[in-house]
C-alpha cells in the first residue's frame, strides 16, 4: 500500500518525505507550523496579539521549531529584540544540553523503528479554524486585516475623525457636572473645530488661487499661423498710431516765410 508522504517543501526544493498523517497532506510538525502561522493571522486580522509558545524543548526538531517562531514573532513584531535575544540564548542553551542526540543516532535503540502520529483529529480545534480547512491557503488570504472603525465623536460631526482628548474631557463633564455643563463645553468645543475647519479651508482656497493666477500668467502663447501674425501686427499698428498720431510734416519753403515774417516784425 503506498505512503502518502507530507509535502511541505523545503528551502532548497526537497519535499518533507515523512509519512503524512491519516487524511492529511502534512506530517505532525509541518501541520502544526502551518496551524500556529494561521493562529497568528487570525489574531492579526482581529487586531490582538496572540501569545509565543514554545514546544517542549525535548529535542533538536522541538529547538529548531522554536528558532522559527521567534523569527517569524520578531519579523511580525510580536515579540522586540531583548525579548527575542533572551528566547535565543535559551534555545541555544537546550541545544548544549540535546549534544546528546548525536550520539543516539549510532546506538541500537535508535536504529529500532520508531512511531509516528498518523492522524490528527483535534488540528483545526486546537488552532480556531474552521472544519476542514484548507491549511494550504495563505495566511493572509485566509484571515486579511479587517479595517478598525473609529469610534464617532460626540461633538464633530465627521464620523471618520477619532476620540480626541477633548471627547474625554466631555465625557468626564457629563459624569460628573451634569448635562448643563456637557452642553456648555460642547458648544465651546464645536464653535473652535469650525472656526479651525474654516482657517484651513482658507488657506487650501489661497493656494489654490496661487495657482491659477500662475497657470494664466506664464502660460504658453498661442502659436499662430503666418496670416493670424500678420493680421495682429496690422492690428497692433493701428492701435498704436491711433494713439499717438504722427504730425504733419512741414515743407521747406514755408519754414523760409515764417522765417523772413520774423525778422521783418522785429
Known amino acids: 500500500m503506498p505512503t502518502n508522504h507530507c509535502r ?4 532548497d526544493g526537497a519535499f518533507c518525505q515523512m509519512p503524512a498523517l491519516r487524511e492529511r497532506n502534512y506530517c505532525f510538525f509541518h501541520l502544526r507550523e502551518r496551524g500556529r502561522r494561521l493562529r497568528m493571522a487570525q489574531e492579526a ?14 529535542d533538536m526538531t522541538a529547538v529548531n521549531a522554536g528558532l522559527t517562531q521567534v523569527a517569524i514573532a520578531l519579523a511580525f513584531r510580536r515579540i ?3 525579548t527575542a535575544g ?23 535503540e535508535a ?11 483535534g488540528f483545526e480545534a486546537e488552532f480556531g479554524l474552521p472544519a476542514n480547512f484548507d491549511v494550504d491557503t495563505p495566511p493572509e488570504v485566509a484571515f ?7 469610534e464617532p465623536s460626540p461633538y464633530r460631526s465627521n464620523p471618520w475623525q477619532r476620540i480626541n482628548p477633548e471627547d474625554v474631557e466631555l465625557e468626564e463633564l457629563l459624569r460628573t457636572k451634569g ?11 464645536s464653535a473652535k473645530h469650525w472656526k479651525q475647519t474654516e482657517r484651513e479651508r482658507r488657506v487650501v482656497d489661497e493656494a489654490r488661487w496661487i495657482v491659477e493666477a500662475d497657470r494664466r500668467n506664464y502660460a ?36 523760409e516765410i515764417k522765417a523772413e515774417a520774423a525778422q521783418s516784425g522785429r
Open 45 to 58: 486580522a482581529r487586531q490582538r496579539s496572540s501569545p509565543l509558545i514554545l514546544p517542549p524543548l525535548e
Open 220 to 255: 504658453p502663447a498661442p502659436k499662430l499661423t503666418p496670416e493670424e501674425q500678420r493680421a495682429l501686427d496690422l492690428k497692433v499698428i493701428a492701435e498704436y498710431e491711433a494713439q499717438y498720431p504722427k504730425k504733419k510734416p512741414v515743407a521747406s519753403d514755408e519754414i
Open 80 to 82: 522586540d529584540q531583548r
Open 111 to 121: 536504529k529500532e523503528e520508531r512511531e509516528f502520529a498518523e492522524e490528527y483529529p
Open 86 to 108: 533572551l528566547l535565543l540564548y535559551v534555545l541555544q542553551q537546550a541545544a548544549s544540553n540535546l549534544k546528546f542526540m548525536l550520539t543516539m543516532a549510532a546506538s541500537s
Open 8 to 11: 511541505h517543501l523545503k528551502e
Open 144 to 150: 486579511p486585516p479587517q479595517p478598525v472603525e473609529p
Open 179 to 189: 448635562e448643563e455643563a456637557y452642553k456648555k463645553r460642547q458648544a465651546q468645543l
